[in-house]
Structures are given as structure tokens and as C-alpha cells.
């Protein structure tokens, strides 16, 4: 599974982004995608994360309400839409994948497979 995120920007408080993440490979129907973001200085830390093949998901505390996962068959892709962004959700946001068709889990240490970071800034 190779992994690919995009989407990444600046963007002023309260406003959104989406992010991207293209999926190749075989078998990723079995397997659970997440988004992780890691800010300087700070530990990687878990965001959202989807079943792809039963839809699905579970977020961060600080995330809920606010951001959405979701992921499209058609694209093999995995999206993040961010919205109430904060100048606390600054961070490179990494997505991954795990291989579980349904246990969702928010540990780091689950994920095989990772794509390079995408940085989101938020300006105050």
C-alpha cells in the first residue's frame, strides 16, 4: 500500500482546508485509513481514522465536530475536511494505514503503512 497526501496550506483561524490522501496498492478494503498530524516540538498524535469497508470512523476529542473523514471507492482516495480551523491544529498531517477490516484504533504503533506529511498552518 503506498500512500500520498496533499492538501496542505495556510489558512487564516475559522476558515477550512481539505486534505488528500491517493491509495495504490492491493487489498486496502481491509484496511483502516487514519490521518495523524505532529506539530514541532510535540509527539505524533492521532486525528481521525475510517474502516474503508464499513465506513466506519472515530476522531480525536479535539477534532470532533469540526473535521470530517471520509473516503471515496471510486478515487481510492481518503479525505480530511477541516473546518473552525485553530492555530492549535498547525502540525504536518500524516496519513496511514492499518491493516483491520473494522477495529479502529488511534495507536501509532497499528499503522504499517505511512504517506509523507502535508503541512497545515493556521494563522491567528
Known amino acids: 500500500v503506498q500512500l500520498q497526501a496533499s492538501g496542505g496550506g495556510l489558512v487564516q483561524a475559522g476558515g477550512s482546508l481539505r486534505l488528500s490522501c491517493a491509495v495504490s496498492?492491493?487489498?486496502?478494503?481491509?484496511?483502516?485509513m487514519g490521518w495523524f498530524r505532529q506539530a514541532p516540538g510535540k509527539d505524533r498524535q492521532f486525528v481521525a481514522a475510517?474502516?474503508?469497508?464499513?465506513?466506519?470512523?472515530h476522531y480525536a476529542d479535539s477534532v470532533k465536530g469540526r473535521f470530517t473523514i471520509s473516503r471515496d471507492n471510486a478515487e481510492n482516495a481518503v479525505y480530511l475536511q477541516m473546518n473552525s480551523l485553530k492555530p492549535e491544529d498547525t502540525a504536518v498531517y500524516y496519513c496511514a494505514a492499518d491493516y483491520s477490516i473494522a477495529t479502529i484504533s488511534d495507536e501509532i504503533f497499528e499503522y504499517d503503512y505511512w504517506g509523507q506529511g502535508t503541512q497545515v498552518t493556521v494563522s491567528s
Open positions: 475510517i474502516s474503508w469497508r464499513f465506513g466506519g470512523t
Open positions: 496498492g492491493r487489498g486496502f478494503n481491509g484496511y483502516v
